[in-house]
């Protein structure tokens, strides 16, 4: 026999507990989402978020209009219109159906300097784009190594966490079996003490690196994870 758990509620009542149980799972599942990212993802994370990137971006796509402008002059502008309808006053003009005027500059002397200051500016501005990218890039590279190397070393204090309580546990039957003392039960204890505080340690620095890379990345610092097997061979 099936038991209906909504059996007695009203309809609309019904519908609601379902809309809220729902909710409720949706929820439980987005907190528990894990985001793993890959070496070359981070660093492009980091290179299309970052402001210094864009910033640079920004002047080097100002300097390349400011270029283009200081070319422009020597192209002739032409302008068109008409002058349909009758005329009063002075000067006396006669109506025109079309006209055209051209303008451009034939010669500057300056002109040249204007230019060649605005190309120079240009590559000024590309090469601080390619250092902004490159700093932006190490950052993100060494980011992600540390935290893919506090992770590993997380890991591995705390399968050493628990060898260390098996050894207490060991030490402790031995001493009231008789068979060890009372001073290799405190080295243990000791040896225990200083894995869980190695352990503590790493785990604020898993966290402070996670939080930095996800900084870079633009991504939320909760449970972000690296992958190592795609950090490239050196």
Do not use: W
Not at 48 to 58: I, T
Not at 78 to 83: E, I, K, T
């Amino acid at each position: 026999m099936i038991c209906n758990p909504f059996r007695g509620i009203p309809s609309q009542r019904r519908s609601a507990l379902r809309l809220l149980i729902a909710c409720g799972a949706i929820v439980c599942m987005g907190s528990t989402a894990v985001a793993q990212i890959s070496f070359t993802t981070a660093v492009d994370l980091a290179l299309r978020n970052s402001p210094k990137v864009l910033m640079a971006q920004a002047n080097v796509d100002k300097a390349r209009a400011a270029l283009e402008e200081s070319k422009d002059v020597y192209i002739p502008s032409v302008s068109a219109g008409s002058g349909l309808g009758y005329s009063y006053g002075f000067p006396v003009g006669q109506p025109s159906i079309f006209n055209f005027t051209s303008q451009s500059l034939i010669f500057n002397y300056s002109q040249r300097d204007y230019v060649r200051a605005a190309r120079s500016a240009l590559e000024a501005a590309n090469h601080a784009l390619k250092d902004a990218r490159e700093i932006v890039a190490e950052d993100a590279a060494i980011s992600f190594l540390a935290l893919d190397r506090d992770t590993q070393r997380q890991a591995t204090l705390a399968e050493q966490a628990g060898f260390a309580a098996r050894l207490v546990g060991i030490v402790q039957q031995r001493l009231d079996a008789g068979q060890d003392t009372a001073i290799g039960l405190t080295s243990a204890r000791l040896s225990e003490a200083q894995i869980r505080l190695a352990r503590l340690r790493a785990d604020d620095e898993v966290a402070i690196d996670q939080a930095h890379l996800a900084r870079l990345v633009g991504l939320p610092a909760q449970a972000l994870t690296v992958s190592s097997s795609s950090v490239p061979a050196f």
